[in-house]
């Protein structure tokens, strides 16, 4: 089992930042990849940014220039930096972390809203 615990989201006016964590524990293999979702309202969850437990990252177009993917390997820790926000950024994000065939894990997600 793999819990994972996201935090950071919430209020930010256009142009600001935020910084998202999600935080793993559990039986976390060696070779992983985790990655930020999100879900804006009746839209379907798409992907934002992904990382590999060898330090390889993609991102969403949408995203690619504003947000920044990494780890701390010592905390169990993915963080998502993001800024020059949009209103379109706003979404619930979700951390994801998938090992080879198993299904993956999902936290509950952080709100996080970009509106003047």
């Known amino acids: 089992q793999v819990q994972l615990v996201e935090s950071g989201g919430g209020l930010v006016q256009p142009g600001g930042s935020l910084r998202l964590s999600c935080a793993a524990s559990?039986?976390?293999?060696?070779?992983?990849?985790m990655g930020w979702y999100r879900q804006a309202p009746g839209k379907q969850r798409d992907l934002v940014a992904a990382?590999?437990?060898?330090?390889?990252?993609n991102y969403a177009d949408s995203v690619k220039g504003r947000f920044t993917i990494s780890k701390d390997n010592a905390k169990n820790t993915v963080y998502l930096q993001m800024n020059s926000l949009k209103p379109e950024d706003t979404a619930v994000y979700y951390c994801?972390?998938?090992?080879?065939?198993?299904?993956?894990?999902w936290g509950q997600g952080t709100q996080v809203t970009v509106s003047s």
């Open positions: 990382i590999t437990s060898g330090g390889s990252t």
């Open positions: 559990g039986s976390i293999f060696s070779i992983y990849v």
């Open positions: 994801n972390i998938r090992m080879g065939q198993l299904l993956p894990y």
